[in-house]
């Protein structure tokens, strides 16, 4: 059937072979819990292995930008070298954070260290009184869209620019009494995979 909204026919990709970030703002978690359990699920169907997702968390969604870019960064770094915990580090914070990321390079893990194929970045904003809902967002979008552009790694836009809670709540599938609307994650955990398999063909 033909929809006027969404992405349309949905097609599958085999995201077996990829390696997915997810940085997510903790602003509104409710509605950020459940975008991300959205995305997770997308991201399992389509066959993308658990150890090859990594979350990061950030504050607010003005920090995705810079969040996004060093996750890829550590990610570069890990997979051009083999001595890079400390480096990685240093991007990154800490020691444990590198474990948490599975870039340590532990031998518990058969986690793939390749650079990520895809980055989701998702983030919760609601419109108080000031203009600091217009500044953040408009910040946040040419942030991430300048980061997939020069960076050459599809950033998915995972946020939500809302003038009601309710309305997060219906775009995370958590409206009404629980259950209502459309879980957006889910198409951006299928969007990273797509543009994820698409990159690999592209390059
Ligand atoms: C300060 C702030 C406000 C008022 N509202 C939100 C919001 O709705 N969603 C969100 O993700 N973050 C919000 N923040 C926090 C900022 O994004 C940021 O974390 C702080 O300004 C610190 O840089």
Redesign the pocket.
């Known amino acids: 059937m033909t929809t006027l909204k969404g992405p349309g026919e949905p097609k599958t990709y085999d995201g077996s072979g990829l390696r997915i970030g997810i940085v997510h ?1 903790r ?2 978690t409710k509605i950020i819990d459940a975008l991300l359990k959205g995305t997770k699920k997308a991201l399992k169907d389509a066959g993308v292995k658990d150890e090859n997702v990594v979350v990061q968390s950030v ?5 995705l930008p810079y969040a996004v870019k060093q996750l890829y960064s550590a990610s570069q770094v890990q997979s051009s070298s083999t001595g890079v915990v400390g480096a990685a580090a240093d991007l990154l914070g800490s020691t444990s954070d590198l474990t948490q990321l599975n870039l340590s390079g532990s031998s518990k893990t058969s986690a793939s260290t390749a650079p990520f194929d895809a980055i989701i970045a998702i ?4 419109k ?1 009184e000031t203009m ?2 217009e500044y ?1 967002a408009d910040a946040v979008s040419h942030g991430l869209m300048r980061l997939q552009l020069e960076g050459n790694i599809p950033v998915i836009f995972g946020l939500l620019t809302l003038l009601s809670d309710e309305q997060g709540l219906m775009r995370a599938g958590i409206g009404g009494n629980g259950g209502e609307g459309h879980n957006h994650g889910l198409d951006w955990g299928s969007a990273a995979v797509e543009l994820g398999v698409k990159k690999r063909g592209w390059n």
């Open positions: 703002a602003w509104n504050p607010g969604s003005y920090e983030g919760v904003l609601i108080g600091h809902f953040i």
